[in-house]
């Protein structure tokens, strides 16, 4: 993720919601896009064959199906704070 804020490049925070290709758009914007947003993966599914290339997709976790998409976290990290009462009540 990108820091946004004052002392960053960036003043805006990432959109999440599935943008669709329409015209009028332009072919160096798609391979500017895919190489910025999703570079090694990218690079990765260009050197597939046509027939690799069909499956890629198929093995990918739906961002809908991910914590991510439903809690919006920045990160892998999820730090709780549980009441020491109830770790004792559970490991009893």
Known sequence: ???????????????????YWTTPFLCHK???HHFTQHGESYVHYRSLSCKHK????????KITNTLHWYMD???NTLMLTINPNI?????R
């Open 1 to 19: 993720k990108v820091d946004i804020g004052l002392n960053s490049s960036r003043k805006r925070k990432e959109q999440s919601h599935i943008k």
């Open 30 to 32: 798609y391979r500017s």
């Open 54 to 61: 069909k499956q890629f997709f198929k093995t990918k976790v």
């Open 73 to 75: 976290l920045d990160s």
């Open 87 to 91: 770790v004792e009540t559970i490991i």
